[in-house]
């Protein structure tokens, strides 16, 4: 019989074996602190027109009502970082992890296998997995899990390799060996708040105005860009990695080693007449399989033309 010991290191073990970089574990309980935090930013509508935020909150904060009998989370890492940028200077950006493959696929991919291996090594075992696409509050379990802290950016900050990850979680009904958090290491550095070009990030930190953020308005928002937002972007069409690129923690990041993530071969050599030219066939190729189809070809059309304004 293997112990709750023994199959948290299989766990890990495989997780590193699928191009997981970190594994941590945590019980499934109600996030009490978490849902006061929640209610807080929703109330003062930082979620923006994304409505969805305020939908299922019961199952976002406990993820025992997302899975029966659920007694552990297991959150796990996988870099997308990629220092490689366009070779004309001046074309418009686009986050890296938009960058290869949508990362929802790829990843979710691997935690099949992963949940697989733990049915196949344990029995029969009631779980789910989660790759930003369900209620589950993904940062806050990766903190309470110890594989990171929630920067003053509101971003999951690793000490090791910084905060170019996705996060991901399996949710089981298997009690295992549960991890501690860490401290936060941010101090008194304020480099993401002075960096933001819309204010998103408060002043004081660990609050982030999603309706600010550049991301949710070249991403999510579907209706006309703001006038007010003229020139703030700082030439971002799809994205934004300002937050990241301005953390001290991030010199430590390390290129990713994911095939899937690669870009097209297009994308890079692309100058910034091809993107303001761009039409819905070549998007089609470059962003194949892509998150960047998330926004569709004329988002991604508004965005740029927002930028030549």
């Known amino acids: 019989m293997y112990s709750n010991k023994h199959i948290t ?18 019980q499934a309980k109600e996030l009490t602190e978490e849902a006061i935090k929640l209610e807080m930013w929703l109330n003062k509508g930082m979620h923006g027109k994304m409505s969805y935020m305020a939908n299922h909150f019961d199952k976002r904060i406990d993820p025992r009502k997302l899975v029966d009998g659920a007694k552990s989370v297991v959150t796990l890492l996988y870099n997308y970082h990629n220092p490689e940028t366009q070779e004309d200077a001046s074309a418009p950006k686009i986050s890296q992890y938009a960058y290869g493959k949508d990362y929802h ?35 806050d379990w990766a903190k309470h ?29 298997v009690e295992l060996e549960y991890d501690a958090p860490i401290k936060d290491y ?10 933001c070009p819309t ?22 928002l579907r209706d006309q860009l703001p006038e007010d937002m003229k020139g703030k972007f700082e030439n971002w069409m799809f994205g934004c990695d300002i937050c990241q690129q301005v953390c001290p923690w991030n010199r430590f990041a390390k290129r ?7 870009p097209h071969p297009e994308l890079f050599q692309m100058t910034k007449g091809d993107w303001e030219e761009i039409t819905e066939d070549v998007f089609r190729k470059v962003f194949k399989k892509s998150a960047v189809k998330r926004t569709k070809y004329n988002g991604l059309l508004r965005n740029i033309q927002f930028l030549k304004k």
């Open 9 to 26: 290191q299989d766990i890990r073990t495989k997780a590193y074996q699928l191009g997981f970089g970190f594994v941590g574990v945590s």
């Open 105 to 139: 696929h790829v990843v979710k991919k691997k935690l099949h296998h992963l949940i697989n291996y733990i049915q196949e090594e344990i029995g029969e075992v009631n779980g789910r997995c989660f790759v930003d696409s369900a209620p589950v509050l993904e940062r």
């Open 145 to 173: 899990s110890g594989v990171g802290w929630i920067g003053k950016n509101t971003l999951l900050i690793t000490r090791e390799q910084g905060s170019y990850f996705f996060l991901a979680e399996i949710i089981i009904d």
């Open 199 to 220: 204010d998103a990030i408060d002043l004081e930190g660990y609050w982030l105005d999603g309706s600010k953020c550049i991301s949710y308005f070249t991403i999510e």
């Open 256 to 262: 990713h080693n994911e095939p899937s993530f690669e």
């Open 186 to 195: 941010c101090g008194s550095c304020t480099r993401c708040i002075d960096a």
